[in-house]
């Protein structure tokens, strides 16, 4: 059956008359629902960050005022102190100004008073300074009362400052032993006294069979190096042999009225080769200070073991205070091992204990000295031991 035409058209314009901009009614109200929830958003989240920027300035108000707290308590106690000095400065000019008063009025016990206690300010200040003067510091004397009141009594039962000092380095030296020992430091004083007295006994018996200068060993293994196949020195090396090392030698020459040092080069078995020596006509110069000690030219072990002794040599030479001591070089080459033993040819690879030098200091008429590692005595080996570097 037909429908008729008006009928559709008016169904139609009332479907429009329902439409917005192409919208329903309930979609307009779901729009609107949305953008008034965006505004909303928005909303808080600035609130949030203002309230956020709000709790940032109450803490750092918080810390300021912590901090003006703090500085207000110290000015207070400050305040406080000045106060009580004030108050105690006030008491002794009114005290001193009542002895002045009675003094002008004639009280004679008031001006004796009044003259003591000037004398006893002005005795005081004298002796504070006396005591700046003399190197002393009197507020350090103070606070160190007791060890000062205990250097008083030993200088009253005969000590000195030579005996103090001294007493205080063997100190320090024992402790120092005792300290790259572990069975000494355990034991008790009366017992490395015992051990003591039994090491100068077994000393004594030894007298003139071992009490000879000690070796000051400078292995590579110890830190002091060449360049490889090289005698120059590095500028640590050379600045330890002008320093620690040269104060050494000085001492031990001192102590043993010794004229002569020995400086002994020593290299490893490992061979060198495809070099030619110019040892022969530039040692000589080398000694002397006219050649530099890098343009020395060893072609074998011995060359080398000599030509970094030469290199020793040379810095200890210039030291003022073995001018009037005979400065030796000397080689070992690679024929002997540490602790003065030969060796037998079977170790030819590398070996920084044996690339050494050795500085022996002995009196030209005595014999040179058994093997000790730096300065510290190490007992006597039985075998095959080289007594002279000769």
Not at 31 to 36: D, E, R, S, V
């Amino acid at each position: 059956m037909a429908v008729p035409s008006r009928t559709i058209g008016a169904d139609d314009a009332g479907y429009r008359r329902g439409l917005v901009l192409g919208l329903t009614m309930a979609e307009i109200m779901l729009l609107l629902i949305f953008c008034l929830l965006l505004g909303t958003a928005a909303a808080m989240q600035s609130q949030q960050k203002k309230r956020e920027q709000a709790e940032s300035a109450l803490e750092a108000a918080r810390a300021a005022l912590s901090d003006v707290r703090s500085k207000t308590s110290s000015l207070e106690e400050a305040n406080r102190r000045l106060r009580e000095a004030a108050i105690q400065k006030d008491a002794e000019l009114a005290r001193l100004a009542a002895l002045a008063n009675a003094s002008q009025l004639g009280d004679e016990a008031s001006r004796r008073q009044f003259e003591e206690d000037w004398k006893r300010l002005v005795a005081s200040d004298e002796t504070v300074r006396n005591l700046k003067e003399s190197g002393l510091d009197p507020e350090r004397l103070i606070s160190e009362k007791n060890d000062v009141r205990e250097m008083m009594r030993l200088i009253d039962q005969g000590a000195n400052v030579g005996s103090l000092e001294a007493s205080a380095q063997k100190q320090k030296a024992l402790q120092q032993a005792l300290s790259t020992n572990q069975e000494l430091a355990n034991k008790a004083p009366n017992e490395l006294v015992h051990l003591a007295a039994e090491g100068l006994m077994t000393q004594a018996k030894r007298a003139g069979q071992h009490d000879w200068p000690p070796i000051i060993n400078l292995s590579e293994a110890k830190g002091y190096s060449f360049p490889s196949g090289k005698a120059g020195l590095t500028t640590q090396f050379e600045h330890k042999l002008q320093t620690s090392i040269a104060d050494q030698v000085a001492e031990i020459v001192r102590k043993y009225d010794a004229h002569v040092v020995e400086v002994v080069g020593h290299t490893d078995e490992q061979p060198m080769g495809g070099r030619t020596s110019n040892l022969d006509s530039s040692l000589v110069k080398a000694i002397a200070g006219t050649l530099d000690i890098g343009q020395l030219n060893p072609a074998d072990n011995a060359g080398l073991g000599m030509a970094r002794a030469v290199s020793v040599a040379s810095v200890l030479r210039r030291d003022p205070r073995l001018s009037g001591v005979a400065v030796l070089p000397l080689s070992g080459a690679q024929l002997i091992k540490p602790a003065d033993v030969l060796t037998d040819g079977l170790a030819p690879g590398d070996s920084k204990e044996r690339r050494r030098i050795e500085i022996r200091v002995r009196r030209q008429d005595g014999p040179a000295a058994v093997s000790m590692d730096e300065v510290a005595p190490t007992p006597a080996n039985k075998g095959d031991r080289v007594r002279s570097m000769k």
